[in-house]
């Protein structure tokens, strides 16, 4: 793989500009493997640090400023350029350095871009340069940046922006090898109007002065995707020590509430497996439009406000974003198509930390729920796409972003534990972190660290999970685990009964129930109730007007299927209102059915588009065959 050809690198030398034109050569760098989502030549060069330094220009909704690369030579292939990935950005030039304080005019060419990859952008490096810094700015549909206006804030007075990098957007805002599988440190410095804070994924001082000139370090090695920024009108509480949450003033209290039990997690987590090691824990509540639940930016987890539901319902996600501190930022997939060991270790964690902080009842309906939803999605997918090493050579990475990484993964996880005990499994996982600490790996690595650190300790235990199923296989294998709970077992029942008349609706004992069974019940009635049947429940329980998404969610997603007319109204604020792919996606794509669904998503997402993130606009456009 570090054989890029000689012919191709004399023909990149041919065609070298100098720094201040910016011309396009037609050819793109050959993707050698493993990871096929980066143009990076890593076997021949790798960049350990980046310092950056930008305006955040609100008007233009552009990032301007400088990229310093510092840059290290792995191969003996001294001539090697270095490749790095880029997505939309316009490149003013590019100067080298040899000692890292005087600079000179660099040669670099833009290769044309590829629709889901962007332009590789290959810079020739002298001989003994160590650091490279480009010139750039962003451009306003950058696909890692979101610009809101004041309008789409709570505040309403200031803008807003933020960025998210995984999988492969980081290379929209900065030029860097955007692979998962090359760690850098960074420093940052950050211009902008005085009465707005930046934040970044990196040391944040939650008492730095406001003035609009901000510095970040971040000290410990980590992927491209995880490089974070956010700039707003932002407050910030205290939680503990050691955690606090950042979120528009308006917000901020309600945030803090809603996760006041952070620092408990944080500590049952470390119980569990080793120490928190990146300082810090601190939470960024996004605006409405944040286009997932939640993003693990280390130190400064990304949430949307959709799980601030006044009683710590939703918190789940919260355990899930801080899992990632160890499963995920800590240890982490080399490539995309390794994605479920950062997100099938995270939700087996997440559900541990449940456990350990609310109790098992709660840790099992988490667990069950996650086990329908996979039986969905499997239902859903073609064979290709159910398999936990998944192939996405040539394909979007986020294609891979479905229930399989997360649930299969988790579920497999399960296996072992129930398999081999607990307190083996524990043991097992806790030196996986402390072993590939700070490391990306692949699937391979991880499977032969099984292999001598669990199964071939105990051949006969071993022998009960078929491990190669679990990995290379579509569906799921028959030994699989069936987590399920008791207390749903009741709320399925009354779901029955009530659905065939046997129980009124005011007798349904729903004072009591969490979030969880709540979704439960709902997800047990049969997809099709008449009109009667979804009135009955929706004036004894008021489900149009929750105030609690996923429960909302749920309810309108019925609506839909049900054509209950009273909901529709909602369906139209909700989705007008966030932009969580979650919930927006099953929405349109359950209006795309009918001609007048359609119609009705039509002019819903007409007025919406505008506000949703970049992510979830790509996805909505697909959904709705959408041209203008
Ligand atoms: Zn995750």
Request: glycine share 4%; with cysteine; charged share 25%.
């Amino acid at each position: 793989m570090k054989n890029i050809g000689l012919h191709l690198i004399s023909f990149l030398l041919l065609c070298m500009v100098t720094s201040d034109s910016n011309s396009q050569t037609q050819v793109s760098p050959q993707l050698t493997g493993p990871d096929f989502h980066s143009y990076a030549n890593v076997a021949d060069v790798r960049v350990k640090h980046i310092d950056l330094d930008w305006q955040v220009l609100f008007a233009q909704k552009v990032l301007k400023g400088t990229a310093i690369l510092t840059v290290e030579r792995v191969s003996r292939n001294t001539r090697a350029p270095l490749i790095l990935d880029t997505k939309n950005l316009n490149v003013e030039k590019v100067e080298t350095s040899v000692n890292g304080r005087t600079y000179r005019p660099g040669k670099f060419t833009l290769a044309t871009e590829d629709k889901i990859l962007g332009s590789a952008l290959t810079i020739l490096l002298p001989v003994g340069a160590t650091r490279v810094r480009i010139h750039y700015a962003t451009r306003p549909n950058a696909s890692g940046v979101q610009w809101l206006d004041p309008s789409q804030t709570s505040g309403k007075k200031t803008p807003f922006m933020f960025t998210q990098s995984q999988a492969i957007h980081a290379r929209s805002w900065i030029p860097l090898q955007d692979t998962p599988s090359v760690r850098v440190t960074y420093n940052a410095r950050v211009r902008t109007a005085p009465n707005l804070l930046a934040v970044m994924s990196a040391a944040n001082d939650p008492n730095t002065p406001r003035d609009g000139d901000y510095s970040f370090a971040m000290s410990q090695p980590i992927p491209s995707y995880l490089i974070a920024l956010a700039v707003g009108d932002l407050s910030f509480k205290p939680l503990s020590q050691r955690t606090g949450v950042y979120a528009e003033p308006s917000v901020v209290d309600r945030a803090a509430q809603e996760f006041s039990d952070t620092e408990k997690m944080v500590q049952a987590t470390e119980r569990l497996y080793g120490p928190y090691r990146w300082e810090r824990y601190d939470m960024l509540v996004l605006p409405p439009s944040f286009p997932f639940g939640g993003m693990e930016n280390p130190r400064l987890t990304f949430l949307t406000p959709t799980i601030i539901a006044g009683d710590k319902s939703l918190v789940s996600l919260v355990a899930h974003e801080l899992a990632h501190s160890w499963s995920g930022n800590l240890v982490t997939n080399a490539t995309w198509r390794d994605f479920w060991l950062n997100e099938g270790f995270t939700v087996y964690l997440e559900r541990r930390i449940q456990e350990a902080v609310y109790g098992k009842p709660r840790a099992n309906m988490e667990a069950a729920l996650g086990l329908r939803d996979l039986q969905d999605e499997l239902g859903r997918l073609e064979d290709r796409d159910e398999i936990l090493h998944v192939d996405l050579k040539g394909r979007d990475p986020d294609d891979g972003f479905t229930d399989v990484p997360y649930e299969k993964g988790a579920l497999f996880l399960l296996h072992l534990e129930q398999t081999f005990g607990r307190e083996r499994f524990d043991q097992f996982l806790r030196s996986y972190f402390d072993h590939f600490a700070f490391k990306s790996i692949t699937t391979e690595e991880f499977l032969s660290y099984l292999k001598a650190n669990l199964l071939d300790k105990h051949p006969d235990l071993a022998a009960k999970v078929p491990i190669d199923e679990w990995i290379n296989n579509a569906g799921t294998p028959a030994s699989a685990p069936k987590p399920s709970s008791p207390a749903f077992a009741q709320v399925e029942l009354l779901a029955q009964r009530w659905q065939r008349g046997e129980v009124p609706v005011a007798q349904i004992p729903v004072t009591a129930w969490s979030t969880q069974e709540w979704l439960h019940f709902l997800k047990s009635l049969p997809e099709k109730l008449d009109q009667k049947k979804m009135a009955e429940l929706d004036q004894a329980f008021k489900l149009t007007q929750s105030g609690n998404s996923e429960i909302a969610f749920q309810w309108l997603m019925m609506s839909l299927q049900n054509a209950y007319e009273p909901a529709f109204q909602r369906v139209e604020d909700f989705l007008s209102t966030i932009g969580r792919r979650k919930f927006i996606k099953p929405l349109y794509e359950e209006l795309a059915k009918s001609p007048e669904g359609r119609a009705f998503a039509m002019k819903i997402y007409r007025r919406a588009r505008p506000t949703y993130h970049p992510i979830a606009v790509a996805t909505i456009d697909e959904v709705l065959k959408w041209n203008g």
